[in-house]
């Protein structure tokens, strides 16, 4: 059971290129969350989709856009990177059974250049 | 406790002693609360709940106070060990996605 798996654990983009960030969950969860991670920090809200088919904007969401695929997959698209979206990226998810609780990928380390 | 700023707070504590990192929390209508501890380099990691209807859980080594009167969340580690240093995090909903405090950096001491 491997939880909330996300990739790419590391990358580096030059400004103005854009990438995708993948998210897949195997434990049956409704909601799924993307999270932004600074220095010195708490995790913000970029997005997060309550169910599937939908999605709603977090505490952050310019600069980002995000694809709720399916009842697995959430991912994450930065269509133009700027230097000021360089950190630590982590996508969560929540379901019926665990209640608010929300469980955490491993994270993905995103160097804006 | 938590607070803004680039600078985490930082406990320091000798091994086998207590542990309590405290955080001041935003909405009064809150209903659930969470600690999360995260390790270097990992994503973060559910440690223990509580609903606003308690004021006080155990879990192992773990125990977390809710004070909903002044909006306050504890959490106490006992005998803490090497392994639990990291950054704590509380977190609190109502019926929306967690919003999540700054992080205590707590520092073990062999």
């Known amino acids: 059971n491997a939880g909330v798996t996300q990739t790419p654990k590391f990358q580096v983009l030059k400004t103005g290129q854009s990438m995708t960030l993948q998210c897949a969950q195997d434990?049956?969860?409704?909601?799924m969350y993307w999270y932004r991670q600074d220095p010195g920090m708490g995790l913000r809200l970029i997005y997060y989709?309550?169910?599937?088919?939908?999605?709603d904007k977090g505490e952050v969401p310019n600069g980002y856009n995000v694809s709720r695929l399916n009842k697995r997959e959430f991912s994450l698209r930065l269509e133009s990177a700027a230097p000021s979206q360089t950190s630590v990226y982590f996508c969560?998810?929540?379901?019926?059974?665990?209640?608010?609780?929300?469980?955490f990928g491993e994270g993905s380390w995103l160097t804006v250049v | 406790g938590e607070s803004v700023g680039l600078h985490l707070p930082t406990l320091s504590v000798q091994e086998g002693d207590n542990s309590i990192i405290n955080c001041a929390y935003s909405?009064?209508?809150?209903?659930?609360f969470i600690w999360y501890k995260q390790e270097s380099g990992k994503g973060p990691q559910f440690i223990i709940d509580?609903?606003?209807?308690?004021d006080k859980r155990q879990g192992q080594r773990v125990t977390v106070l809710l004070n909903k009167t002044v909006k306050h969340l504890s959490l106490q580690i006992a005998a803490t060990q090497p392994g639990d240093s990291a950054v704590y995090f509380c977190?609190?909903?109502?019926?929306?996605?967690?919003?999540f405090g700054k992080g205590t950096r707590l520092s073990v001491i062999a």
């Open positions: 969560a998810s929540s379901g019926k059974h665990s209640g608010n609780t929300i469980y």
């Open positions: 434990m049956n969860h409704n909601s």
């Open positions: 989709s309550a169910s599937e088919g939908t999605t």
């Open positions: 909405n009064s209508a809150s209903d659930y």
């Open positions: 509580i609903r606003s209807n308690m």
């Open positions: 977190a609190e909903t109502q019926n929306t996605p967690l919003v």
